[in-house]
């Protein structure tokens, strides 16, 4: 049962939502931008000591139990979506980081970040204090691995990133991951008994190249050298979900290019997100495959929120879009590399999506439910309760010995 709070709180998103859409057409637009930000972030603030019973399925399994921190691999249960079967470490030992330091791709030092991930055995990865990681090249990561950031602020950041190349049941839950920067042309280790040269990488935040069953939640991710989060190559039943995104360029690309048709059964799920200050397209930037955006809050964009090429079907379902006061930036979506006669065919629907400040979606191809089975991964919510569903977006500050 919604405690009289939340309620009063959905009652008012329900009919704040009408009054941003006639006042598009009435007032000043920079006005109702800032209007609409101010009280988006007031609704922040007043939600924010409400750490479950939100609506948000995912922190509505964990965040009521206040002894959260000694049943840790009990989040590998509360998954959604395409990545919801991906137990990572679950049936594994908690592994201890207690080195921020000693990086050595090669020889990795006991205690360190990147000799847990390098492990044969499932593993529950957390970490010891604060602390900040930078890596001196990508973190290969092996499979059947959780790094749970639950309990102190980490970030990796200042090096290259994470990586889940070939690799399976992969969870990454309540990391800071920002500046991230290319790495490679050096030999790094991927298992205890091998490693290997590895050529240029990207810079993403979390690159998924062929990889199965990743679920990437609750992490805060910024300005990397490509992308933040990127899947490529084959890479399918991943789970995006509950991450604060900011500072970006080219935010998540999911596909690696219009010829490579090893894609074209990639399911992704992307749901609870904000998007928020400093982005400017690729949230996200689809190919080929099957992509659920779900209750997802778009608060800013330059160029444009979602794309794609290659036919992929994409199922938009209770967002909120807050276009920018950017007069040719209202478009929600882009139709990229084809002609209209050819896009006009893909099937791309928006369905109870909130439009605030003269955004607007693009649909094409066949609106029926039938068309997009395979592109549903979870009901969605109202619109009007995207605002606590993910207020608490982004890394946790969660205290041990207290709720989450």
């Known amino acids: 049962m919604a405690s009289p709070s939340l309620l009063s709180l959905i009652f008012f998103f329900s009919l704040l939502a009408p009054t941003f859409i006639s006042s598009s057409s009435l007032q000043d637009p920079e006005s109702v931008v800032q209007e609409v930000h101010s009280r988006i972030n007031a609704t922040r603030r007043n939600l924010g000591y409400l750490s479950c019973g939100t609506g948000n399925p995912i922190d509505d399994c964990w965040r009521c139990d206040p002894d959260w921190e000694n049943n840790?691999?009990?989040?590998?249960?509360?998954?959604?979506?395409?990545?919801?079967?991906?137990?990572?470490?679950?049936?594994?030992?908690?592994?201890?980081?207690?080195?921020?330091?000693n990086d050595n791709p090669v020889n990795p030092k006991p205690g360190t970040l990147r000799h847990a991930v390098i492990q044969d055995e499932p593993l529950w990865i957390i970490f010891q204090r604060d602390m900040t990681i930078q890596l001196k090249e990508e973190l290969i990561m092996n499979s059947f691995k959780t790094l749970d950031g639950r309990g102190a602020s980490v970030h990796i950041a200042g090096g290259p990133c994470i990586t889940i190349q070939y690799v399976t049941n992969i969870i990454i839950h309540g990391l800071h991951i920002?500046?991230?920067?290319?790495?490679?042309?050096?030999?790094?280790?991927?298992?205890?008994?091998h490693f290997g040269f590895r050529t240029i990488s990207d810079g993403d935040g979390v690159s998924i190249f062929g990889g199965t069953h990743v679920w990437v939640d609750h992490c805060s991710l910024s300005n990397c050298n490509d992308g933040l989060i990127d899947a490529i190559h084959g890479s399918?039943?991943?789970?995006?979900?509950?991450?604060?995104?900011?500072?970006?360029?080219?935010?998540?690309?999911?596909?690696?290019?219009?010829?490579?048709t090893q894609?074209?059964?990639?399911?992704?799920?992307?749901?609870?997100?904000?998007?928020?200050?400093?982005?400017?397209?690729?949230?996200?930037?689809?190919?080929?495959?099957?992509?659920?955006?779900?209750?997802?809050?778009?608060?800013?964009?330059?160029?444009?929120?979602?794309?794609?090429?290659?036919?992929?079907?994409?199922?938009?379902?209770?967002?909120?879009?807050?276009?920018?006061?950017?007069?040719?930036?209202?478009?929600?979506?882009?139709?990229?590399?084809?002609?209209?006669?050819?896009?006009?065919?893909?099937?791309?629907?928006?369905?109870?999506?909130?439009?605030?400040?003269g955004a607007y979606f693009t649909a094409s191809g066949a609106g029926a439910s039938s068309s997009y089975a395979r592109a549903s991964s979870l009901g969605a919510r109202p619109s009007s309760l995207v605002g606590p569903i993910t207020t608490a977006a982004g890394a946790l500050n969660c205290k041990k010995g207290s709720r989450c």
């Open 236 to 260: 399918s039943a991943i789970t995006i979900s509950n991450n604060y995104l900011t500072h970006h360029d080219k935010v998540m690309l999911l596909g690696h290019s219009d010829s490579y």
């Open 263 to 357: 894609d074209k059964n990639m399911q992704v799920t992307i749901a609870f997100n904000h998007f928020g200050e400093g982005l400017v397209q690729r949230m996200p930037r689809c190919r080929h495959g099957y992509f659920h955006v779900v209750n997802n809050d778009y608060t800013h964009w330059e160029m444009y929120a979602i794309g794609g090429s290659a036919a992929p079907t994409i199922n938009s379902q209770g967002n909120r879009f807050l276009a920018p006061d950017t007069r040719f930036s209202k478009e929600v979506t882009k139709h990229e590399d084809a002609p209209e006669s050819e896009w006009k065919n893909w099937n791309w629907r928006s369905e109870g999506d909130l439009m605030l400040n």
């Open 72 to 101: 840790r691999q009990r989040l590998a249960d509360c998954g959604i979506g395409f990545g919801k079967n991906a137990v990572g470490g679950r049936d594994g030992k908690i592994y201890v980081v207690t080195d921020s330091g």
């Open 178 to 193: 920002h500046d991230c920067k290319q790495g490679g042309n050096a030999m790094v280790r991927d298992s205890p008994r």
